[in-house]
C-alpha cells in the first residue's frame, strides 16, 4: 500500500484550514492535493484531533499484533486436531512431525514444540529422508 505524504497530524492540520473558513479548493490548491484527496482525507479524519489520530495508530498497531497471535494460536490448534491420537513411540512421534510439517508447511521445531515432543526425538537424518529434504550434518 502507498504511504501518503502527510503525516495524519499534517492531514488534521490540513482539514482544519478548511473548517476555519478557507475554500476546499484553496485548501487542496495550498497543499497540492485533489479535491478527491481531501474528501478521502474528511472522511477517514473528520472530527478527529491530533490526539485521537495518534491513539487510533497505537490501536491499529496493537490490532496488528493481537491478529498475528490469533493466527498463530489457530495453528497450533489445527496442527493439535490433526495429530489427536497419542503419540508414545518414537517411530510415532517422527511420523506425526513429518506430516503436520507436509500438511500445514510448519518447521519441525515447531511442530516439535506445540507437540511437546524433544527434539532430539526426531532425527534430523531420518526426517530428510521421510520429506525428501537433504541435511547437511
Known amino acids: 500500500m502507498k504511504h ?3 503525516t495524519d497530524e499534517q492531514i488534521i492540520g490540513i482539514l482544519k484550514g478548511e473548517e476555519n473558513g478557507l475554500k ?3 485548501v487542496c490548491r495550498k497543499h497540492g492535493i485533489s479535491g478527491a ?5 474528511k472522511a477517514k479524519f473528520g472530527g478527529t484531533e491530533v490526539s485521537d489520530a495518534s491513539k487510533l495508530e497505537a490501536l491499529e498497531d496493537e490490532n496488528a499484533k493481537l491478529r498475528k497471535l490469533l493466527a498463530e494460536t489457530m495453528l497450533d490448534n489445527a496442527v493439535l486436531k490433526d495429530v489427536a491420537a497419542k503419540i508414545v513411540t518414537p517411530d ?3 511420523d506425526a ?3 503436520v510439517c507436509e500438511t500445514h508447511g510448519v518447521s519441525q521445531r515447531r511442530v516439535c514444540e506445540v507437540l511437546c515432543i524433544d527434539r532430539s526425538s526426531c532425527d534430523t537424518a531420518a526426517f530428510g529422508a521421510m520429506t525428501g529434504i537433504s541435511v547437511r550434518l
Open 37 to 41: 484527496t481531501f474528501c478521502k482525507y
Open 4 to 6: 501518503s505524504r502527510f
Open 24 to 26: 476546499t479548493a484553496a
Open 97 to 99: 512431525v513429518a506430516h
Open 92 to 94: 510415532v512421534k517422527r
